[in-house]
């Protein structure tokens, strides 16, 4: 059981060792050793296992059979094809498809004052102040779908909010796959959001359905004093589809952060958000809800890093699991030994409809301060009897009084979304999932 | 709140001082040489007059041993382990087992200083036991000294004697059961005791009866630089009823000690036994020097439908704990309790909890754990509770608090919630918090100084698990808790 492996390369480390061989060049020598020094680290560790404690419960080297050939641009006329599945509510989007982003297809015209939105290959090319940020937030331990973002991902957004700028039209960041044939795209994005500012960033994922196609996403986002930044995430890739995505967030003082991601597509799925917390009283909230079903995989990974006193830290994390469906959730508050009068609570509930559904819970807490007020809380079941019970016994049909349910157990955390539009969006899409349940 | 002057030198007076079983017992012993090979595992068969089979059996468990890695995955950090800088058996010189009389008088001085009473009038006189009797199974490093009580028990049917003897007198018991729950590759430290354990206790208890009294083990490291691996076997067969009892002490010395203990409990249908730990190890001075490093596997088999099987622990002692008291519920309807207080003061590192199986219809389990870390202590609650496909109905409730006490300790929290089964039904919830100012305040308002006011907050936080404990064990375990928070406040 404790014996030394060494585990031989299977043949999707082979095929990425392969794409790693030549880096792009471009954004200069920082950017450059940033690529080399991820594509080293993925050489030496390869794709995380079941004996990795990050990815127990997602083995990538079982799940991940095969390295697709990198994704090509996709031509404009097809991409558009794809527009019925975008979110329309009066936002300015931008489209990344198969990981580089169509200018005709994005609305970078008539940018409110202290907005600034820039292609990344562009600001690469070009170079670009914001840059320096880039690669700047390590979770400090290796992470093989962040490296390879890191080495391969060539473009995506740089967006850049000024100092106290209102920014009251939300950016939403379309990253679309397009195609017939399955390959691999690779995205990174940088929110930099200025001292005292307000912004509001969506980012959605989708493809064609029965694609088994690849993404790997990261975003990176920077939030000054005092900011105010929303996330709202809507990842609905095809069922056959391998998604990973990161979030990294350098949080400053007194900001407010809000993140919510919204899971229902993906055969296999991994969403790792870091969040660190650099700058006292301020106030985070990640969330999350996840509809699973047939034999979907859907991993949610925290890692909350409170490195100074007074903030204050909430998560709240549901999972609905249909058919055979596997939810994961792991969820790490740290409260370093400066952080005095930290108040962090993490919840992560679950609702298993199917027999055959698996859900994983392992919300840890790691503290050294003593002057806190920490929690976290999992719970794990079936549909309530009693409250089933409770609207059969006043007529209402097992199937409505199930989707009644599992609607007000989803909603609870939609609710934090603060954004109308978004929010009544994501409600849609619960509904209509429920519906398609039949 | 800061610590004043007058608390830090109490926490510099007491920190050392505190530990009573701190002593030596001077006695001539005999010892397996100094390592560990093939040959000590044969030397200490055959001082045990062991039939072939269980040699057999050792010196695979040792070849399989030394194939194994030294697991690194516990929140605890300690320097390498020269498993061959030490002694595996170490015996005191006198033929012991024999009747009370012959037992060297220093043993039983020892075992009354730490007020566990070998001979049996004394304990009927309730010396030590408030009144209750409690039938003793000392355990002095390698062998046991002494079983008190034994006729009474064999009155009952019940079986209690120390393992090696239960080898020779109860293979057929022991080669059933053996190695049964915690398999002899279980893990590196379970594999390392299946090779060279050198004593621990047997009970078995027979098909409907009720265990008279309270059975007990009392395990004492006395030699320098010996390691202690016992085996402890318990049956409690259909519908029996058995109550176990766990205390270790150890001598304050300046070297680390290992002690890779494996415990294994089988209760087959409508079986009930609870064990109950008090685990007070040396656990090294202020500066972490000394102290013991205690590798446990403990694990229990619901076998039978509607059995039970019950973990107490309170935990104040050893340098390192690495510990996991599970419950298998593989019977239908079957339950598993764990209740656990782990106390870290000093340098103290504990990474400790259980594991609830749940593989029979309708089975539930419960987990109560309360951590408190003070000094420069790290204390980790780590606990799997996982329901497999057939385990239609599964329940559990989990509630692991932490309490730390000043701003230098650690505590943490890692929990492994699995569920493969729709209708199981798993809650799990856990704080970490300090002890509030307002309630401070209130218990000082009314006269009593910062020390005996945590200590009383405390009390009220591990209650819960006090309750779980029989009535000899909660008090000494109370007086534990104070003593071990002593100097503590700040």
Known sequence: ?438 | MPAVQETVDQVRSIDVDQYKYGFFTDIESEKAPKGLSEDTVRFISAKKDEPEWMLEWRLEAFRRWQTMREPDWARVSYPPINYQDLYYYSAPKRPSQLSIDDIDPEILATYEKLGIPLRERDALLGIASGGTKVAVDAVFDSVSVATTFKEELSKAGVIFMPISEAIREHPELVKKYLGSVVPVTDNYFATLNSAVFSDGSFVYVPKGVRCPMELSTYFRINERNTGQFERTLIIADEGAYVSYLEGCTAPQRDENQLHAAVVELVALADAEIKYSTVQNWYPGDKDGKGGIFNFVTKRGDCRGDRSKISWTQVETGSAITWKYPSCILRGDNSQGEFYSIAISNGRQQVDSGTKMIHLGKNTSSRIISKGIAAGRSDNTYRGLVSAHRKATGARNFTNCDSLLIGDKCGAHTVPYIESKNSSAQFEHEATTSKISDDQLFYCRQRGLDPEEATALIVNGFVKDVLQQLPMEFAVEAQKLISVSLEGSVG
């Not at chain 1, 609607?407 to 539009?421: D, R, Y």
Request: charged share 20%; with cysteine; glycine share 10%.
């Open chain 1, 1 to 438: 059981m404790n014996a030394e492996i060494r585990p031989i390369r299977t043949p999707a480390e082979q095929g990425l060792s392969g794409e790693l061989k030549a880096l792009s060049r471009a954004g200069g020598p920082r950017i450059a050793a940033l690529r080399e020094a991820a594509a080293q680290a993925f050489h030496d560790n390869g794709l995380p296992h079941r004996r990795v404690e990050e990815w127990k419960y997602t083995d990538l080297r079982t799940l991940m059979r095969e390295a697709l050939p990198l994704a090509t641009p996709a031509p404009v006329a097809q991409v558009e094809a794809h527009q019925s599945l975008l979110l329309d509510t009066g936002l300015r989007r931008i489209v990344v498809a198969n990981g580089v982003v169509v200018p005709e297809l994005s609305d970078l015209a008539d940018l409110e004052p202290g907005l600034s939105i820039l292609p990344l290959a562009q600001a690469l090319a070009g170079g670009s102040e914001a840059l320096a940020r880039l690669g700047a937030l390590q979770p400090g331990r290796y992470d093989a779908a962040l490296a390879l973002n890191t080495a391969l991902a060539t473009d995506g957004v740089v967006i850049e909010i000024a100092e106290g700028a209102q920014i009251a039209r939300p950016v939403h960041v379309a990253h679309v796959v397009s195609g017939q044939r399955p390959a691999a795209s690779f995205a990174r994005s940088l929110v930099v959001v200025g001292a005292g500012a307000h912004f509001t960033y969506a980012e959605s994922f989708e493809g064609p359905a029965g694609l088994a196609y690849q993404v790997n996403s990261a975003t990176e986002f920077v939030v000054g004093d005092e900011a105010h930044l929303d996330v709202v995430r809507l990842q609905e890739d095809s069922a056959s589809a391998l998604h990973l995505s990161t979030l990294l967030f350098e949080i400053g003082r007194a900001a407010k952060v809000h993140a919510f991601s919204f899971g229902i597509g993906a055969g296999v799925a991994r969403t790792t958000l870091y969040a660190s917390l650099e700058g006292e009283d301020s106030q985070v909230g990640f969330n999350g809800a996840f509809l699973l079903k047939g034999r979907q995989h859907a991993d949610a990974t925290l890692f909350l890093d409170h490195q100074v006193p007074g903030c204050e830290s909430r998560e709240l994390f549901k999972t609905v699991l249909d058919d055979s469906a596997r939810g994961v959730f792991q969820g790490k508050i740290v409260v370093r030994q400066a952080a005095q009068k930290t108040d962090g609570r993490m919840m992560s509930r679950a609702l298993v409809l199917g027999d055959d559904a698996e859900m994983d819970n392992k919300p840890e807490l790691e503290i050294f301060a003593d002057d806190v007020q920490c929690g976290h809380g999992a719970t794990c079941g079936a549909i309530d009897d009693d409250l089933l019970f409770y609207l059969r016994a006043r007529g209402i049909p097992l199937k409505d009084a199930q989707s009644l349910l599992v609607q007000a157990f989803v909603g609870e955390a939609i609710e934090t979304v603060e954004h109308e539009g978004l929010r009544e969006a994501l409600v849609e899409r619960a509904e209509a999932w429920l519906a398609a349940r039949g």
